[in-house]
């Protein structure tokens, strides 16, 4: 058994850590998404300890008969349960994730992030967290007057949350200073990034630097390799030191901007001499008291957004309903301040937005790295459930096209057959679709495609029928939101959608999910699927339309 029974973890794990032990059980991953974590969250190995005589008198009662290689084995399979347990709650950490917490909170909400960052810890991932408050807002308008003020304010707020993750098993030190100076910059941008230079840039009031000129971000990691050798969450105040050595205060946005650009650094990895190769953070995270990013189709907020496509859609949206500036205020920033963190790092890099009540969520997305649940699922079903948590990705652009002369078919013969895992019948293939293409919309690089056709009952021309021909995804590029950035696409450009799958395909649940009704068509081992209005109706019609279409692959 992968996991020891239940008796055994109480005895050797506090409260704490049988919570975790059920937030992990509860996520219920995949065999796919779960081997995708043990991936990239190694359990390091441990040297058994020596079986002593006393455990195996107190494990197995005098009268019970077994054989000696017997009882030795079955203890070892329990040390093996126990070593397993405790390996996964061990201070090396695999990877990192830049945190803002933004509050205020209150004592209960302060309580569950504190239990999550802890949480988190135990399962390998090094937080690095940046302080924020919306109530700090008021004071910074003041200027420099109230600095001493507000750096005290911070400390404590620094102090609470570091306290709180030490009764929940965790470890964490505020850090103070010596993260962020400020240098002289150029005099041309204020609270924004530098497109050319990709710096952020701010004015601050009353500073005393030795020109008044913009102040440049400039980020120090020396007190990261201390923090990780003693495992140890940092919590970092969004505080800097001028040119003349004087504490400023600055945008905590701005400071994660610049802090994922240091640790995307590869030669900072370096300098600071770290076991980890990997440094650069493999998820930004935004706890708040709002929630994600609020959704017009949906009560809560968005379940996942492909940033690269959907970024122009979500700042309209903004103005379309102004009331998500009171009940939001922040989201617009956020969204900002992720898209520009994501864009210093890696393409397989997430962002989450979480509010502090729900923040057990992030224990779900860091093992599964994906959103509860689909957000394709069709809003109108009553099994689909809401949300106030949004995952992010930079994403990929989406590209349509309406003529063969467009695709690079290599590409998109290779992403077909690596989904399908078959051979595709090429020639004949493109023959069949070039008469009755409507759109192919392709995911970024061939990372995802869809092939729409228009089919005509009585011949191969082009009709008035939307089928789904194709639905691909690159195996590589599984688990990274593709097929529901396809799947919405296609709900966007097509009321009503039919398609077919073999009855043994293990993709059937997805579509069952999705659809509106199916049937299984007599003397064939297809199921026909279906969405939209007035399908029932034509059923005979749809049948008929997949009695004439060929294989696609090479039997």
């Given amino acids: 058994m992968l ?107 302060l309580r569950s992030v504190a239990k999550t960052l802890a949480h988190l810890q135990k399962l390998g991932l090094m937080s690095i967290v940046v302080l924020d408050n919306d109530d700090w807002k008021e004071m910074l308008k003041e200027g420099p007057s109230r600095f001493n003020e507000l750096r005290k304010w911070m400390i404590n707020d620094a ?24 240098t002289n910059g150029t005099n041309n941008l ?40 003693l495992g140890q969450i940092p919590i970092i105040l969004p505080i800097a030191i001028d040119g003349l050595l004087i504490q400023r205060t600055i945008p905590a946005n701005s400071g994660m901007i610049e802090l994922s650009r240091a640790l995307s650094n590869p030669s900072n990895a370096n ?15 935004v706890i708040n008291s709002e929630g994600g990013i609020p959704s017009e189709e949906r009560k809560g907020s968005h379940v996942f957004i492909n940033i690269q496509q959907e970024y122009d859609y979500l700042k309209q949206s903004y103005k379309v309903n102004p009331h998500w500036n009171f009940t939001h205020p922040t989201g617009l920033e956020n969204l900002d301040l992720i898209k520009s963190c994501l864009e210093n790092l890696p393409f397989t890099s997430s962002a989450i937005i979480v509010p502090a009540y729900s923040s057990t969520a992030l224990v779900s997305n860091l093992i599964t790295d994906k959103p509860r649940f689909s957000s394709s699922l069709p809003l109108s079903a009553s099994t689909t459930p809401s949300t106030t948590t949004t995952v992010l990705r930079l994403g990929a652009p ?29 020639d004949n293939y493109l023959s069949r679709i070039e008469k009755c293409l409507d759109m192919i919309i392709v995911v970024g690089d061939y990372q995802g495609a869809v092939v729409v056709t228009m089919e005509n009952v009585e011949d ?12 691909a995804v690159d195996p590589n590029s599984q688990g990274m939101g593709i097929a529901d950035i396809l799947w919405k696409q296609l709900q966007t450009h097509y009321p009503n959608l039919l398609w077919r799958s073999r009855d043994d395909n293990i993709v059937n649940k997805w579509y069952f999910e999705r659809s509106d009704g199916n049937l299984r068509v007599p003397g064939s081992h297809w199921v026909m699927f279906w969405y939209g209005s007035g399908a029932v109706d034509k059923l005979p019609l749809y049948t008929e339309v997949f009695k004439k279409i060929p294989a696609s692959f090479c039997s």
């Fill in 3 to 109: 996991f020891a029974t239940i008796s055994s973890i109480k005895k050797c794990f506090g409260e704490t850590d049988r919570d975790l032990i059920y937030e992990v059980l509860s996520t219920i991953p995949s065999r796919k998404e779960a081997q995708s974590f043990l991936k990239r969250f190694s359990i390091p190995y441990m040297k058994p300890p020596p079986i002593l005589k006393s455990k195996v008198a107190k494990a197995f009662s005098p009268d019970r008969k077994t054989e000696p290689e017997l009882t030795n084995k079955d203890i070892k399979q329990e040390l093996r349960k126990e070593q397993f347990i405790d390996s996964l709650f061990s201070k090396e950490f695999d990877h990192v994730a830049l945190i803002k917490i933004q509050g205020p909170f209150t004592p209960l909400d």
């Fill in 159 to 182: 102090e609470n949350i570091s306290d709180a993750i030490d009764i929940f098993g965790g470890r964490a030190t505020p850090i103070y200073d010596s993260v962020f100076t400020l």
């Fill in 190 to 229: 204020v609270l924004k990034k530098d497109t050319n230079k990709h710096h952020c840039y701010f004015k601050l009031p009353g500073r005393t630097l030795a020109s008044d000129a913009d102040a440049k971000i400039n980020v120090s990691l020396n007190w990261l390799k201390w923090c990780y050798n």
């Fill in 271 to 285: 300098i600071l001499n770290l076991k980890t190769p990997e440094l650069e953070p493999m998820k930004i995270i």
């Fill in 398 to 426: 989406v590209l349509y096209h309406h003529s063969l002369s467009t695709i690079n078919i290599p590409s998109f013969k290779s992403l077909i057959e690596s989904s399908f895992g078959r051979k595709l019948n090429i």
């Fill in 460 to 471: 191969n021309k082009k009709g008035d029928l939307p089928y789904l021909d194709k639905i």
